[in-house]
């Protein structure tokens, strides 16, 4: 049974016009994360909630938002996308406070920019 | 999470051989999380690490965390063709974000 799930698996976009991928869990976790993984490279944090309370990582370009209106969904908007935000978006949650919590993953959002 | 190097990129073994990757900080790390990705995959989590000198095994992956819990290993004996795949090493998780390593690419030939 999934338990971390994004939509669609797979993203066109046009270069410049604003695209949103979406995450969905069912664990009920506190945390959720937003990756992004380049080919060969690993996944570099973007974002994470904890509830409601955002954490953006120093170096992540305003051109990347979030929303997370529940517990159950969060969203990964990109204003303006350029050629060099073609990548796996990858979304993953955790449970509670503290860093001890195993993170789990969804099977990613593949997005190209045309 | 804490910041960790990784090595080495890419290891190429004969199936059967041992491997073992390398994850360091120049910090003490306040846990050790291990992952690994299948090509075309997502990081799904092997096993975390907490205590200053534990070892932990699964089947053929053996985990250590260092005495001074600044480095930690995962080795596998008598590789298969099963374990391809890219592994690995984070620091942090829960609220305080999970920063990986670049990862170990595992190329195993037949």
């Known amino acids: 049974d999934a338990m971390v799930i994004q939509n669609p698996r797979y993203q066109v976009t046009q270069f410049g016009k604003p695209v949103t991928l979406s995450c969905s869990q069912t664990?009920?976790?506190?945390?959720m994360y937003w990756y992004q993984q380049k080919s060969s490279q690993a996944p570099k944090l973007l974002f994470h909630?904890?509830?409601?309370?955002?954490?953006n990582e120093a170096d992540t370009p305003d051109n990347f938002q979030s929303r997370r209106p529940n517990t159950s969904f969060c969203f990964l908007d990109i204003r303006s996308p350029g050629l060099g935000d073609a990548a796996m978006y990858l979304c993953a949650t955790s449970r509670g406070r503290g860093s001890r919590t195993e993170v789990f993953f969804g099977q990613g959002t593949r997005l190209t920019v045309v | 999470g804490q910041q960790v190097m990784q090595i080495p990129q890419y290891q190429h073994v004969q199936e059967g051989e041992d491997f073992t990757t390398y994850c360091n900080s120049s910090t003490t790390l306040s846990n050790i999380q291990w992952y690994k990705q299948r090509p075309g995959g997502h990081p799904v989590f092997l096993i975390q690490?907490?205590?200053?000198?534990e070892v932990k095994k699964q089947k053929r992956l053996t985990f250590q965390f260092g005495e001074a819990k600044k480095n930690s290993s995962l080795h596998i004996t008598a590789t298969q063709t099963t374990d391809v795949g890219t592994y690995f090493c984070?620091?942090?998780?829960?609220?305080?974000?999970?920063?990986f390593g670049k990862g170990t690419h595992l190329i195993i030939q037949p």
């Open positions: 664990l009920n976790h506190n945390v």
């Open positions: 984070g620091s942090g998780g829960g609220a305080d974000g999970l920063t």
């Open positions: 909630y904890y509830d409601k309370d955002f954490n």
């Open positions: 690490l907490v205590k200053s000198g």
